[in-house]
């Protein structure tokens, strides 16, 4: 792929990063820089993108229907807002197609709903969000990959698989990186095996597309990947958009999954003319503005460089890993060795021994500034399975939620990083997380039994304080 010559560095990301000079409010009263660390939900926007997305409100306005010439400039900037997902990936523009969509989640329920008929079967792996396995489960017959005892997949269970249901099986569906681990799978050599096997792949590539180069590679490739989906709000662009990117056969028969205006040519009291794709894949007023927001990224993504960003998120992460080696009481699950930073993501999870990590993510919080995420992450048979418990474990914990109480509920302390954080800031976490496991936190906590959240005790902040809806009173 071509990109434009580069005029960004990594040093000049973080001065283009909306809302990184906010403060927050800390439990002796004070306030501090907020830091984020929980990446791998949702990223910040970038000034150029909230920029770039003032100037197209002068210019917002319906799309493919409309012949005014706002209607015509916004049409013809959201078509290129695919053209622009498409090259990202480095998908073919004569034999794959994007459909824009709100988010991975629904890309891939959609994609699922194109696999519903006969005994056919998709392999997952244990790793797997929830998005890329719940609708698989509702649409098909899904068989699991085994992992390995370090959390990655075992590639001779999936060779297994394959050659025992070759065949049947349709589509080998895989992270490119997990949430939970930050281990970046095989994806090339998997869609090898897949292929060799009669089947497809589907990556989902919510975490790994903001952090490393994809390359769906040419349909006549052995490695080449038959679908690729995304979501904007990880990639620096958190306005409600996402991608299903893959091969346009897939979508051409049949009806649409979303069906009303805009899908069709002709439609008559008897019968109906589908449109052709993507339109046809879009029914309903298009998301314009989170298209441009996420095209915008893409480019500035691409400005930067994919392996800038890899090589310095791979820095914070090999400097994160040997300080946590050093704070007595911490585990990660996961990779641990710095020196192989470069081969998995910014994502880590840990554990401080003895301490509930509903308590650790509310002290970062509350006396640090500091958000992380805590919890399994949406991937709960992944997090039970890394921290050696049983269907019996998960019983137990599913009565206990059903009597309203979350009180000890399994999970991990997550931090994850974006192309904006520092060492700097690395350090200011690794400072407080051996302030607390030598549990030297100032707070008393209390936790709620309902939601298992802690919080400190007479430390209460009024959150309209710092924003609320409605018109300002210098307007009113």
Request: charged share 20%.
């Amino acid at each position: 792929m071509k990109h434009a010559a580069k005029f960004l560095n990594i040093d000049d990301i973080p001065a283009l990063v909306v809302g990184l000079e906010t403060h927050v409010p800390v439990l002796d009263g004070g306030s501090v820089p907020y830091i984020n660390l929980d990446n791998a939900a949702s990223t910040p926007v970038l000034k150029p993108v909230l920029d770039k997305l003032n100037v197209f409100m002068g210019w917002y306005s319906s799309v493919h229907r409309g012949t005014g010439f706002k209607s015509q400039i916004a049409t013809h900037i959201y078509d290129q807002v695919h053209d622009v997902a498409l090259d990202f990936v480095g998908g073919d523009p004569v034999r794959d197609t994007v459909i824009l969509v709100r988010n991975t989640t629904e890309a891939i329920n959609r994609l699922a709903r194109r696999f519903t008929y006969g005994d056919r079967v998709v392999l997952c792996s244990k790793m797997e969000h929830h998005s890329n396995d719940l609708p698989w489960r509702a649409n098909v017959h899904v068989e699991y990959i085994e992992l390995k005892s370090d959390g990655s997949i075992d590639l001779q269970d999936l060779r297994a698989k394959l050659d025992r249901s070759s065949g049947h099986v349709d589509l080998v569906a895989i992270t490119g990186g997990s949430n939970v681990t930050g281990i970046i799978n095989p994806i090339h050599e998997i869609a090898e095996l897949a292929h060799a096997a009669g089947a497809k792949i589907m990556v989902d590539a919510a975490q790994l597309a903001p952090h490393r180069r994809i390359d769906m590679l040419s349909h006549d490739d052995p490695r080449h990947l038959d679908f690729v989906t995304l979501s904007g709000h990880k990639l620096y662009a958190p306005y409600g958009v996402g991608a299903l990117i893959g091969s346009r056969k897939t979508f051409e028969e049949g009806a649409p999954d979303l069906v009303g205006g805009g899908s069709v040519d002709i439609v008559t009291l008897s019968s109906v003319q589908w449109t052709s794709l993507p339109d046809k894949e879009e029914a309903g007023s298009p998301n314009v503005v989170g298209g441009v927001a996420m095209a915008e990224s893409m480019l500035l993504l691409n400005e930067l460089g994919m392996d800038t960003v890899a090589a310095h998120e791979a820095e914070l992460t090999a400097y994160a890993l040997e300080g946590l080696a050093q704070i007595p009481r911490i585990r990660v699950f996961g990779p641990t060795d710095p020196q192989r930073a470069t081969e998995r993501l910014g994502v880590i999870s840990f554990q401080v021994e003895g301490l509930s990590h509903f308590l650790v993510a509310a002290i970062l919080s509350a006396e640090f500034g500091i958000g992380v995420r805590n919890g399994c992450f949406c991937a709960h048979p992944y997090v039970l399975e890394l921290l050696g418990l049983d269907e019996q474990d998960a019983a137990y914990h599913r009565n206990e939620i059903k009597r309203g109480s979350r009180t000890n509920l399994p999970g991990l302390v997550r931090i994850s990083f974006g192309i904006y954080n520092t060492r700097a800031e690395i350090a200011r976490l690794l400072e407080a997380l051996a302030v607390i496991a030598q549990d030297r936190y100032q707070g008393v906590y209390e936790q709620d039994p309902a939601s298992g959240s802690y919080a400190p005790q007479g430390h209460v902040v009024d959150l309209d304080d710092y924003f609320r809806l409605g018109v300002p009173k210098s307007f009113a």
